[in-house]
T-cell receptor, first 114, second 114 residues
Framework: SAVISQKPSRDICQRGTSLTIQCQVD?????MFWYRQQPGQSLTLIAT?????????ESGFVIDKFPISRPNLTFSTLTVSNMSPEDSSIYLC???????????FGSGTRLTVV | GENVEQHPSTLSVQEGDSAVIKCTYS??????FPWYKQELGKRPQLIID?????GEKKDQRIAVTLNKTAKHFSLHITETQPEDSAVYFC?????????????FGKGTHLIIQP
């Protein structure tokens, strides 16, 4: 399956600041997805990062808060903007792998906002 | 949008016994149904998946069954072992063409009692 490198692995940030999370895949993929996992909760899809076009956001998530870049088929970034303690979560990127449509996840970024 | 219900939220079984976790979904167009295992502090790992043209799939001690008419699918783990203790998530892919993001259930905390 695809190997995904995600960084940073964790960070503690001051409220009001922004953090950019990077996701690098070892092969070209059409779609990349960003998820949020709040403490003790399930995973929620934030957006789909499309190469060459704007990201597609799910209900409840907006571009101003979670801007996404997708400059090529192996890389994407998610920025968490103007952070508040409610943004404290694990953020994960994910890619579908091959015709089998299995999804592989990055190791996640554990964000704590203080 | 898609709605995925997962039950039970916690399941405690004796080592060696079987465990069954069930999920229901709302969108009849959904066509991909994976199960993920997440250990504490780690990323979700795909353990088995099934597609809408198959009713059952088995991989050693793990099996998944799908009832498209009733819109539910289940994870079956036989001969449970201590290392099976984890949180299990079902997920559904909603069809918008190509590879689409996943909608997750809320998770089941599986506890294997020695």
């Amino acid at each position: 399956s695809a190997v995904i490198s995600q960084k940073p692995s964790r960070d503690i940030c001051q409220r009001g600041t922004s953090l950019t999370i990077q996701c690098q895949v070892d092969s070209q993929v059409t779609m990349m997805f960003w998820y949020r996992q709040q403490p003790g909760q399930s995973l929620t899809l934030i957006a789909t990062a499309n190469q060459g076009s704007e990201a597609t956001y799910e209900s409840g998530f907006v571009i101003d808060k979670f801007p996404i870049s997708r400059p090529n088929l192996t890389f994407s970034t998610l920025t968490v903007s103007n952070m508040s303690p409610e943004d404290s979560s694990i953020y994960l990127c994910s890619v579908p792998w091959g015709a089998q449509y299995g999804y592989t996840f990055g190791s996640g970024t554990r964000l704590t906002v203080v | 949008g898609e709605n995925v219900e997962q039950h039970p939220s916690t399941l405690s079984v004796q080592e060696g016994d079987s465990a069954v976790i069930k999920c229901t979904y709302s969108d009849s167009a959904s066509n991909y149904f994976p199960w993920y295992k997440q250990e504490l502090g780690k990323r979700p790992q795909l353990i088995i998946d099934i597609r809408s043209n198959v009713g059952e799939k088995k991989d050693q001690r793990i099996a998944v069954t799908l009832n498209k008419t009733a819109k539910h699918f289940s994870l079956h783990i036989t001969e449970t072992q201590p290392e099976d203790s984890a949180v299990y998530f079902c997920a559904v892919s909603f069809s918008r063409g190509g590879a689409d993001g996943l909608t997750f259930g809320k998770g089941t905390h599986l506890i294997i009692q020695p």
